[in-house]
């Protein structure tokens, strides 16, 4: 069973930044992706960004580029969502999630390919 835990989030204001971490836990072997997601009220869960465990290939939102940043940890298996220069558009809450099926030339942003869920962390900017 994989359990996947987000931290980090919190209230802060317009400009602010924030690390987001997702801490994956339990069996999973061979090549992944671990995707960060965020649904404000009202609204469609949207894909943020995702990284490959293996390679560490990157993924993000058009929109995302240039402000959000996703790395990993492998020691302590663990994915941050770096977030610079937030604006109350990205007031949501944020899950990570994992999909345990790659495919080559395929970007995992579609989240019901993703296999497990965390609970999420709320993330709320003021302006």
């Known amino acids: 069973q994989v359990q996947l835990v987000e931290s980090g989030g919190g209230l802060v204001q317009a400009g602010d930044s924030l690390r987001l971490s997702c801490e994956a836990s339990?069996?999973?072997?061979?090549?992944?992706?671990i995707g960060w997601f965020r649904q404000a009220p009202g609204k469609e869960r949207e894909f943020v960004a995702a990284?490959?465990?293996?390679?560490?290939?990157?993924y993000y939102a058009d929109s995302k580029k240039g402000r959000f940043t996703i790395s990993r940890d492998n020691a302590k298996n663990t994915v941050i969502l770096q977030m610079n220069s937030l604006n109350d558009e990205d007031t949501a809450v944020y899950y990570c999630?994992?999909?345990?099926?790659?495919?080559?030339?395929?970007?995992?942003?579609?989240?019901?390919?993703?296999?497990?869920w965390g609970q999420g962390t709320q993330v709320t900017v003021s302006s």
């Open positions: 990284i490959r465990w293996t390679g560490g290939i990157t």
């Open positions: 999630a994992l999909r345990v099926t790659v495919v080559n030339g395929v970007r995992p942003d579609d989240p019901r390919k993703y296999d497990y």
């Open positions: 339990g069996r999973f072997v061979g090549s992944y992706h």
